[in-house]
């Protein structure tokens, strides 16, 4: 099995494959994984302590079409039965990469739908679609997702809800303390966290003014970010001018972000859109409960007034006033915190893992 994807930054679906590696059946399947920018490889270590081999195909950047070149050399070298491809626009032309091989040599190929189809570039989903064909399988990681692709080509999809290990996850609760004390956050102090990449999707100036408002309604709270990404120069400026200083914390990426959100006392996400994000389902396991927006992948994972409160997208005011509710209500923490610990189990990803080794199987028996 090769495992493809553009980049091994500290993304979801990078996240996904990291955590995918600690699980997968050894025994029955020998998996390597490829991906194309090297400055994007952060989780790269993860897959090799997880005992894969694990391929920098060295593109200058993901337009220059010269690791199609090397892909393929790739392939024909390690003769794969299954090349699994997890960005859009890496996908097609993999497809097409592919049927440049011949028939007898080809591996047969998969791909998974991380995010909308509404959140790829026009160009993407347009390349994405006309080659959509060529593939053997094709997986969403939620029903939102797959109900975001043209109805001609849903009708082919699988849904694989992914998930997380929440016993590992759960572990990180042994350093709440460890990590609040290293934020310098005070004992009477709520914190209010998100793990989201610095990214237009995450609308961060909604949630920076969110917190403005919060703290502009007297609310003793402390408000941080993990995440990284290309706005950060535009984010840190909307910091400033907003006048937030240490009461919003950005702390960049960090490799402990399962440990930092042990700290948390709520979990926010101001998203315009999402698949199923990786960090909402470490925080339903950590037992926190969620501010986020109704938008397609939260509420796949989040029901309104149980797990927590949703709000439209772009609404800084709505979400503000979603955030202060929880904050003026201990046992209404306490209730969501509860139903988010029980929804826990939904979000396995190990049986998302031995439900994808079996469509290996199915594909890699028949005929391509």
């Known amino acids: 099995m090769l495992w493809l994807i553009k980049g091994l ?43 894969m081999k694990v391929h920098c195909l060295d593109a200058g950047s993901e337009w220059n079409l010269s690791w199609a070149r090397r892909l393929r050399g790739l392939l024909v070298r390690g003769r794969f039965d299954v090349l699994h491809v997890h960005s859009p626009y890496v996908a097609a032309i993999a497809r097409i990469v592919v049927r440049t091989m011949p028939r007898r040599a080809r591996p047969h190929v998969v791909s998974t739908e991380h995010v909308p189809w509404s959140g790829y570039a026009l160009p993407t989903r347009i390349l994405n ?24 080509l849903a009708r082919t999809v699988d849904v694989v809800v992914h998930g997380v290990r929440p016993d590992a996850v759960r572990r990180a609760l042994l350093e709440r303390d460890q990590i609040r004390a290293e934020l310098g956050i005070a004992p009477d102090e709520i914190v ?52 937030l200083g240490d009461a919003f ?6 490799e402990d972000a399962a440990q930092t959100m042990a700290g948390y006392d709520v979990f926010v996400l ?8 990786v960090a909402l389902m470490e925080a339903v396991c950590l037992g926190l409960p969620i501010v986020g927006t109704r938008v397609p992948g939260i509420v796949d994972a989040i029901d309104d007034g149980v797990e927590g409160l949703l709000v439209p997208p772009e609404r800084p005011d709505l979400l503000a006033d979603a955030i202060g509710r929880l904050l003026g209500d201990e046992q209404l923490r306490r ?26 199987r199915t594909v890699a028996g028949g005929g391509s």
């Open 192 to 243: 209010v966290g998100t793990v989201a990449n610095l990214r237009a999707q995450k609308d961060y100036p909604t949630l920076l003014a969110a917190a403005r408002r919060v703290l502009d309604a007297g609310f003793r709270a402390r408000f941080v970010a993990v995440g990284q990404g290309p706005l950060e120069n535009e984010i840190r400026d909307l910091h400033e001018s907003l006048g």
């Open 249 to 254: 914390m950005l702390l960049g990426y960090r």
């Open 270 to 277: 101001s998203s315009l859109y999402e698949g199923l994000p």
């Open 9 to 51: 930054g500290p993304g979801g679906a990078e996240r996904l494959l990291s955590l995918a590696a600690g699980i997968r059946d050894r025994d029955a399947f020998e998996y390597e994984a490829a991906y194309l920018l090297p400055w994007k490889s952060h989780l790269r270590g993860d897959l090799e302590r997880e005992g």
């Open 129 to 152: 679609a006309v080659t959509f064909s060529l593939d053997d399988a094709h997986i969403a990681v939620s029903r939102t997702v797959r109900e975001s692709i043209p109805g001609r």
């Open 335 to 360: 209730e969501m915190a509860g139903a988010a610990t029980a929804r826990a189990a939904d979000f396995d990803l190990t049986p998302a893992v031995r439900r994808t080794e079996q469509l290996y």
